[in-house]
């Protein structure tokens, strides 16, 4: 690959306090695969400034629909997670989902070529359980450092106001994680027919333990009972100028005509065992556990049937965390799990304020027992007179030991930024995107998917045009040849040099 040599002086990386600093990608761990470390204050600059980025819509998901509905469980996993919501066949809660696109502001089009949020809110009798993930089982990027870089290019040039295909396949290139997701949002499941048209998926891996306190490793699916439909690019443009609230209108025209959408909920299951011996990190979010190894275990189903009766109360004031857990299932070492579980609830306490759970869409219907008093926006009775300390004399709340997950059995006791010398599995970012393209995708789905990123990436423009260009033809490549070779030919490079690029 040719490169430009330029003589070009580089200045620091610093903390907001001027501080420089050397690992701006990967978070502090314990071990390659182990949990984060809260001392990584990184991390922490990094997505709380993110995460005030915008006022006051959201950073991301910002544009998005939702329905009240029910969660009915149809099949016995008891043996996998004591989770009072699947305790029983038959047994029901209700529930929230909000649907969004990610990176467009509130007022664009719901046929933007974007992924799409699948964020839900289950109201148990042990908590509020929030799911909160996308219409793909992959990210754009595994570890929680990268995601507000990550997002700014998906948002505006900070010169020109405008999306920029260069910042984006700049971004792509020089994360070759990426191409998984990539080649997923460039084809046409980039842009769903419908919200009622597509999947859903928690992405991320879970922990499910059950009464014995064994744990096994889960991931989440819902499958759409209406069929996947999806537009071409032409369809989507022209969808563009016909209805860009179409996803929106859909979704309140068939629950108002009583087609109440519905989704099959499906886990995956690995045990610690398997966990160990997976050629891939289990806990990557740029990376699928194959159905062929891991098959989709039926659990239940969700039903969309009521709408709000006002957007703002409901839809816009939803907020949606991770950390929102219940006793039976747990975190996992997935790094940008770990991420969102203090980037998400920090961004809901900016935005809608540090009682944001007492708005009635948030708010647990079941008993909520804490010592946080006072705040913005409280109320509620402010936990009337009862003490607000603990440990004390006087009231009657305390910490129930029946809910005290097993401990973790840690993989190592060295803390380090591990990614750049992590195992070949760990940074094989082809196989499953070659997969994909090769097994999944039919004839005409593969047409689409170059002619989507043969038009996207025609928009590069600036003096390191070729240069990204033959970069991210070296992912292309590797992923798979041909594929490699219909990209480069539509975008007029010389095949062979875009082979020879590969080396």
């Known amino acids: 690959m040719s490169m430009e040599n330029e003589n070009i002086t580089h200045r ?100 933007e070529r974007d992924p799409r949020g699948f964020a839900l809110k289950f109201y148990t009798e042990d908590g509020n359980w929030d799911l909160v993930g996308n219409n793909t089982p992959v990210f754009f990027v595994k570890d929680p450092k990268k995601f507000s870089d990550f997002i700014h290019t998906q948002k505006r040039d900070p010169r020109t106001n405008l999306k920029s295909p260069t910042m984006m396949w700049d971004f792509w290139s020089l994360n070759p994680e990426s191409l998984h997701q990539v080649m997923i949002l460039m084809s046409d499941r980039g842009t769903p027919l419908t919200y009622r048209h597509m999947d859903g998926f928690g992405s991320h891996t879970y922990s499910m333990i059950n009464a014995e306190n064994e744990r096994v490793w889960v991931k989440f699916h819902f499958k759409t009972q209406q069929g996947i439909k999806n537009l071409d690019a032409a369809q989507a443009s022209q969808m563009h100028a016909v209805d860009m609230d179409h996803a929106q209108r859909d979704l309140v025209e068939a629950i108002d005509n009583k087609e109440f959408p519905k989704w099959t909920l499906k886990i995956q299951v690995m045990t610690e065992a398997e966990a160990k011996s997976f050629r891939w990190n289990p806990f990557d979010l740029t990376k699928i556990w194959p159905h062929a190894e891991f098959p989709l275990i039926e659990v239940g189903e969700i039903e969309l049937n009521q709408l709000p009766n006002n957007y703002f109360a409901h839809v816009e004031q939803a907020a949606f965390a991770p950390s929102n857990l219940v006793d039976g299932i747990g975190f996992s070492p997935d790094r940008m799990l770990q991420g969102r579980i203090l980037s998400y609830a920090d961004a809901q306490r900016y935005r809608l304020g540090i009682n944001y759970e007492q708005i009635p869409v948030n708010r647990c219907p079941f008993m909520v027992n804490n010592f946080h008093r006072d705040g913005q926006m409280r109320i509620d009775e402010n936990g009337n007179d009862d003490p607000n300390y603990f440990p004390n004399s006087f009231g009657d709340v305390v910490p129930d030991q029946a809910y005290k997950e097993p401990a973790w059995e840690l993989d190592s006791n060295v803390a380090d930024w591990y990614d750049r010398n992590a195992g070949e599995g760990d940074n094989d970012h082809f196989t499953q995107p070659g997969d994909l393209y090769r097994k999944v995708l039919s004839t005409e789905d593969r047409k689409h998917l170059v002619n989507n990123i043969v038009g996207s990436m025609n928009g590069i423009n600036g003096p390191r045009r070729m240069q990204i260009i033959n970069l991210q033809l070296c992912h292309f490549f590797r992923a798979d040849i041909q594929l490699g070779m219909a990209i480069a030919k539509g975008l007029g490079v010389d095949v062979e040099q875009a082979m020879s690029s590969r080396h």
């Not at 314990?30 to 959201?58: C, T, W, Y």
């Open 12 to 111: 620091k990386l610093t903390t907001a306090s001027g501080r420089p600093y050397a690992e701006h990608e990967n978070t502090q761990s314990v071990g390659s695969r182990g949990p984060l470390l809260l001392q990584d204050f990184i991390l922490h600059e990094k997505m709380a400034h993110f995460n005030r980025e915008r006022i006051p819509e959201r950073v991301v998901h910002a544009k998005g629909s939702g329905a009240y509905g029910t969660f009915k469980v149809t099949h016995d996993i008891t043996r996998y997670t004591k989770a009072k919501i699947f305790s029983e066949i038959g047994k029901s809660c209700r529930i929230f989902l909000r649907f969004s696109t990610v990176g467009g502001e509130k007022g664009s089009s719901d046929a």
